[in-house]
């Protein structure tokens, strides 16, 4: 049964939330069993929480989870999963960057491997910095761990239970990285899909500064110590 919990953090994006969960409940009900939307309001300070409760009003498939204050959106995705209802888990943003289509084939390959990956499929979009960055920090990944994707930082569909258990303590956006390659170093199948991405309709994106690239590379070189130097594992 490919039905997906799909964690929505959110912060200060007043002008796209309503949009974004519109298209993600759309492209759900067509594609799968079942579903639920977990809306974490990150400590928003804008309206971002009153429109979270409006849109649970409106639709039965939409749950709020408040954080009083601005935490993140790994506090935010681990909150989720703590509250995750459907055996399978992705998280999807807020901002409005997936064009909706892609949604529609994400949600479609559930179930089609024990993992669902995503990579971007129009990178020519990006800026030339964030595509320099991306290429360099895939290709290190891929180094180091044997792999060959094409992203490790996009939304990817796990199995619930597997999701909770994975380790997640990186900084910043890249918990993702840390989740991934520990999955994929146990061995389970995945599926890729592109998805398709356009500029922000609102905000500037945090995602590329000195301290992100960092931490990035420190996860990476905390996760390969603990898989390739240590033998650890995610159990």
Known sequence: MNALSIILPAYNEV?????????????????????EILLVDDGSTDATGG???????????????????????GAA????????????????PADGEIAPGSIGAFFAAVGDAD??????????????HRR???????????????????????????PTELARRLPKTAGGFYFLTQMLVHALAEGHTYTEVGLVHRPRQAGTSRAVSLRNIVRALRTMLTTYWALRMRGGGTG
């Open 15 to 35: 002008v796209t939330l309503a949009d974004v969960v519109w298209d993600i409940t759309a492209f759900a009900k067509i594609a799968l069993d079942d579903y």
């Open 51 to 73: 429109i979270a409760d409006g849109l649970a009003i409106q639709l039965a498939r939409v749950r709020v989870l408040h954080q009083g204050r601005n935490r993140g959106v």
């Open 77 to 92: 995705y681990a909150w989720g999963l703590t509250v995750a209802r459907c055996p399978y888990v992705t998280f999807l």
């Open 115 to 128: 993992l669902v990956v995503t990579y971007h499929a129009n990178p020519e979009d990006r800026p030339w």
């Open 132 to 158: 320099l960055l991306t290429w360099g920090a895939t290709a290190l990944v891929n180094r180091l761990f044997g792999f060959r994707l094409r992203y490790y930082q996009g939304p990817v569909v796990y």
